[in-house]
């Protein structure tokens, strides 16, 4: 029996990036979180512990910053620079990959005007990007993740199996919350990457609200059903919808009836569900996926 070394890679993970637009009246944040990942000749690092191949992990995270520099734009974009030069720069480098975390701030009102430098971050949702560069052809994701949003009715839940250790009951009215981690795959790039993230997030949430939902599956493939229909250069979208379960709280031993107005929000166990909606055509998808 012989051992060999297997697929492996190495990086900078969570790179916090922070760049502070300062020009104009109104200063702008992009806050960021980059990790990178580079895959290659490593064979002789592992065996032996020859570094000579070896693009160290500080000089990865010194590039995140020094391109920030130089300006950041769309994600996407900033992640395709940073691909490109990680595979272009170095011999042993075959492929690269960055993923861009980035979280939303609102600009504050202050004294009924908007503030020049003041800001709170937003709950609505972390954009998101991952990209993979092989010297050749880039694959280019988007997405959202932790995206809350919750339905006060229009959802049920019945019809289900049971069997000796059911306890559920079924309903036919029901809260139904989940935090929204999406991933979409595009099928080329140079696109406009604010516009397909705006539109897609704006269909993922009108699906969610304007489905009547027998499952949070059935809701599932109705949010990236959306996002295909309104995003042509969009061609596959994977879901991931925790169920975040409200309860309706039993208020008999105070002498007081609930009728659907206060739950219990449980944070654990939940239902995890997941899915993947993709067009019939779309083509093979690449390492970014991986």
Request: hydrophobic share 35%; aromatic share 8%; no cysteine.
């Amino acid at each position: 029996m012989a051992i060999v070394l297997g697929d492996n890679r190495y990086g900078k993970a969570e790179n916090r990036v922070v760049r502070v637009d300062r020009e104009g009246d109104e200063h702008r944040i992009t806050d960021l979180n980059v990790s990178v990942s580079l895959s290659g000749d490593m064979s002789d690092t592992h065996l032996t512990g020859a570094n000579d191949k070896v693009l160290a992990t500080d000089t990865q995270k010194n590039t995140v910053f020094a391109f920030a520099r130089e300006g950041v734009g769309e994600i996407e974009d900033y992640a395709l620079r940073l691909a490109r030069h990680f595979v272009t720069t170095q011999e042993s480098i075959h492929g690269a990959r960055v993923r861009v975390e980035s979280y939303p701030w609102q600009r504050l009102t202050v004294g009924g005007q908007p503030a020049h430098h003041s800001f709170a971050r937003s709950g609505g949702g972390v954009r998101t990007t991952t990209v993979h560069y092989d010297g050749e052809q880039a694959w280019v994701l988007g997405g959202v993740e932790d995206l809350t949003v919750l339905n006060t009715t229009g959802s049920e839940f019945w019809g289900f199996p049971r069997d000796g250790y059911t306890t559920l009951p079924e309903t036919k009215d029901r809260i139904l919350a989940t935090a929204v981690n999406a991933s979409w795959r595009f099928a080329g790039e140079a696109l406009d990457w604010a516009g397909a993230y705006d539109t897609a997030l704006a269909s993922l949430l009108d699906a969610f609200g304007g489905t009547h939902s027998q499952s949070l599956q059935q809701t599932l493939y109705a949010m990236g059903t959306r996002v295909l229909e309104t995003v042509p250069e969009i061609v596959e979208v994977r879901l991931s919808l925790p169920n975040k379960h409200h309860f309706l709280t039993d208020l008999s031993p105070f002498g007081l009836d609930n009728p659907g107005e206060v739950f219990h929000a449980a944070d654990r166990p939940y239902g995890l569900i997941e899915g993947t909606v993709l067009r019939d055509d779309a083509p093979a998808a690449g390492p970014a996926w991986t």
